[in-house]
């Protein structure tokens, strides 16, 4: 069953999409996100596959020409990074609020300016309330896995949000790795090819986007908290499911070694395999650290967070971006509000680092640890944000 | 206040309007001027209804135009646009 494949994230996200049975492609080339559209318009020029590319001329039209397809019914996939996404911006909102299942790969890079090509979450924290949900992976094989589960969980029928699936750029999308690909007919039958509904249809003519008022536009928002509230019960299933054919095993949060952990490390993306495999190597000196990967960050995994945690000492949350003037970094914040209403005895702090593609090292990563380690002997943290890796 | 509207359960997903021409919302009543047609002058050119930013102007069975006053909101395009002028922007 399958294949291991030597494909650089980029290529494993092409993969994905290609084994989708995707109808249509919008997107516009940007590093580090190129790879993916520009693996999959080989697929169409070999014609590998049956789907639709479309090349716009920006970003922009590359989201508004998703959307439009999305509505007829399609099965739509595009791709992006930085400048790109934030070209998108206002169209993300479109895309969401008129429940089109897209999926979107994303190869995480830092905002201009200055300009700077490598990666950071920047990007996706930059249109974090956009209304799509937000995986983040560890590597390309995960980036495959993903992409593949993503169209299930967004064309589910109680759910019609779009997904992003973030790679972290370079790192991720342009390092190669074993892939293990599953077989085509496999991926077909877990995810038959889209049945086109013709939502947008000329002989049954209907108004999508219409202008509303202050008398039922907040109604609709309504519609996408409850929609998005139903996500991780659609997601364990479509991961059950998911499981029972490539014996894989994903959800909502991963974590490593939580249970008897008295310290912890939270963070998402690539950093979280420097993490796991310096965890690795403190517990067999003897320390009881773990890691906590959310797979999901919108919707928040509250409920699977707050049970891998409720053990722990301390909690370092990693930020690979910064919200000006916030208290903390993006992912640090929604941790102290979801400990605000919890009587949970946790000492939190937060570290950004990894900038604009700075490496985050395994030196870096172990300093963490034994700040962690730290302040669980003096009990108390004493800096509550740590700019790790900046030269001051 | 409120309650005569639909609950968010009950708007269809996204708002869509499934049944397009039907007014949801009645802005006749955000208007200051309405347009009158002076149906004697009128032509039937359509140029009216070609132009109205809406659909507040609709062809009638005997080939004429007629206006939908509880859509439209007054902008007075069609009688900008009318060759033979004979819409006429009124109170009301």
């Known amino acids: ?40 318009n080989e697929f169409v020029a070999d014609g590998d596959v049956h789907t639709e590319f479309v090349c716009v001329e920006s970003e922009h039209s590359a989201m508004s020409a998703s959307v439009g397809a999305s509505l007829t019914g399609a099965r739509v996939f595009t791709a992006s990074a930085s400048q790109g996404l934030a070209l998108m911006h206002e169209i993300l909102y479109l895309a969401s609020s008129m429940r089109c299942p897209i ?9 201009s300016a200055p300009i700077n090509i490598f990666a950071d979450h920047s990007d996706m924290m930059g249109s974090r309330d956009c209304g799509w949900i937000q995986v983040y992976t560890e590597d390309a094989q995960e980036a495959y896995d993903w992409i593949i589960q993503a169209f299930k969980i967004a064309e589910d029928p109680d ?106 490390v939270m963070a998402l993306g690539s950093v979280t395999g420097t993490a796991i495999s310096i965890a690795e190597e403190m517990r067999m000196a003897g320390n009881k650290v773990g890691v ?25 949350v990693i930020d690979r971006a910064i919200s000006f003037g916030a208290p903390f970094g993006p992912l640090c914040n929604d941790i102290m509000a979801l400990l605000q209403n919890e009587e949970i005895d946790l ?16 030196n870096m990563t172990r300093s963490i640890f034994e700040k962690a380690l730290e302040v669980q002997k003096e009990k108390k943290v004493k800096k509550p944000i740590i700019y790790l890796g900046v030269r001051s | 206040m409120m309650s005569k509207f639909p609950t968010y359960k009950e708007v269809p997903i996204a708002g869509n309007i499934y049944d397009p021409g039907k007014l949801v919302y ?16 009128c032509i039937k050119c359509y140029i009216c209804w070609l132009y109205c930013p809406e659909p507040s102007i609709d062809r009638t069975k ?21 060759p033979v002028k004979c819409i006429e922007m009124v109170k009301g």
């Open chain 1, 292 to 316: 906590i990967k959310p797979w999901f960050y919108r919707p928040f995994p509250s409920n699977e967070i707050l049970t891998s945690l409720k053990n722990l000492d301390v909690l370092a």
């Open chain 1, 347 to 362: 000492e939190v702090f937060n570290v950004i680092t990894g900038l604009g593609g700075r490496d985050i090292t395994p």
């Open chain 2, 26 to 41: 009645k802005t006749g009543d955000w208007r200051t001027f309405k347009p009158v047609i002076d149906h004697e002058k």
């Open chain 2, 62 to 82: 005997d080939g004429g135009v007629e206006i939908n006053y509880e859509q439209c909101k007054g902008c007075g395009i069609c009688a900008a646009e009318c």
């Open chain 1, 103 to 111: 999926v979107m790969g994303i190869a995480n890079r830092a905002l």
């Open chain 1, 1 to 40: 069953m399958g294949k291991i494949v030597g494909l650089n994230g980029d290529e494993a996200v092409a993969y994905a999409a290609k084994q989708s049975s995707v109808d249509v492609v919008a997107a516009y080339p940007i590093t580090p996100q190129t790879i993916m559209v520009e693996k999959f």
């Open chain 1, 159 to 264: 759910i019609l949000l779009p997904i992003t699936v973030n790679l972290d750029g370079f790192t991720i999308s342009h390092s190669t790795q074993d892939v293990n690909m599953l077989d085509d007919k496999d991926v077909k039958k877990f995810l038959p090819e889209k049945k086109i509904e013709y939502l947008l249809d000329p002989e049954k003519p209907m108004t999508v986007g219409a202008g509303n008022n202050p008398d039922y536009y907040y109604e609709l928002k309504m519609q996408q908290v409850e929609a998005m509230n139903k996500v991780p019960q659609v997601v364990k299933r479509v991961n059950d499911e998911f499981k029972n054919f490539s014996g894989r095993k994903y959800g909502i949060v991963d974590t490593y070694e939580i249970k008897d952990a008295e310290v912890g």
